[in-house]
């Protein structure tokens, strides 16, 4: 018997290299960024009209950083050739001081996204995946039951798995195709404020590469006509 796993969504962790630094600098222009919580805008700082925190100046080089491991997880992990250039085109604050919760959403405008755990007190809320493919869930919504003999499923797995969760550490970085959907989801005994920077990148070809069918040119082609 052979068993092909095909249709792979690969999701990237690794550590951000100068966090001791980046999180100070940050902190020091936090109260730029903040923002008053309430139905809309209770755990992310998108809705307020300011995603723009990668315009900083003083928090280049944690957008250096990075940029420096989205080429890796193109070209190192995904293989593409090295012909993009990388537009950070929208940053945010991912926050969470209480019980809320992400729901399920995808991020529609971009190719790759990134959550950076600038702090993470024990206990925080897990980052969530659900799996696109769902072909081996041969019954939609009857693998669980209340009790043991009402489960279908005897061992989860990556085979079956509908979902997948992360709880990357502070200091590291998460990047995942910008399409996958993703959520938060709380963790009993949490304290304190999870926060993370969010944001979006668009892969551009380099100038130099023309002769693409597919994917964006280099926007120092763009003729941008008012609205």
């Known amino acids: 018997m052979e068993i092909f796993n095909v249709f792979p969504t690969t ?11 980046y999180k100070k600098n940050f902190y ?26 990668h315009q900083e100046n003083s928090l280049d080089t944690l957008f250096s950083e990075v940029v420096s491991h989205v080429k ?25 001081r209480d019980y809320k919760s992400i729901p ?12 950076y755990y600038l702090n993470v007190p024990p206990k925080s809320h897990k980052l969530k995946f659900m799996n696109p493919h769902f072909k081996n869930s041969l019954w939609f919504g009857n693998k669980e039951g209340k009790y043991d003999h009402l489960k279908m499923i005897s061992e989860h797995d990556e085979v079956n798995a509908e979902t997948f969760f992360i709880h990357p550490p502070e200091g590291h970085i998460a990047l995942f195709p910008s399409t996958l959907r993703h959520g938060t989801e ?3 005994g949490f304290v304190g404020e999870r926060l993370a920077i969010v944001g979006d990148i668009t892969c551009v070809l380099k100038k130099e590469y ?3 069918s597919t994917g964006y040119i280099n926007p120092q082609y763009w003729k941008i006509y008012e609205g």
């Not at 999701?11 to 630094?21: A, P, T």
């Not at 070209?75 to 945010?92: G, H, P, R």
């Not at 399920?104 to 959550?115: E, K, L, P, R, Y």
């Open 72 to 96: 890796k997880y193109t070209i190192d992990v995904l293989k593409y050739k090295n012909i993009f250039d990388y537009v950070i085109t929208k940053t945010w604050l991912s926050r969470s």
């Open 104 to 115: 399920w959403h995808i991020h529609a405008c971009a190719h790759i996204s990134f959550v």
């Open 186 to 188: 709380f963790i009993d």
């Open 28 to 53: 020091e222009v936090y109260h730029k960024f903040d923002y008053e919580e309430n139905d809309e805008t209770n755990t992310v700082s998108e809705n307020v009209g300011n995603p723009l925190i």
């Open 210 to 212: 023309l002769q693409f």
């Open 11 to 21: 999701i990237y962790v690794d550590k951000m290299e100068g966090h001791d630094d």
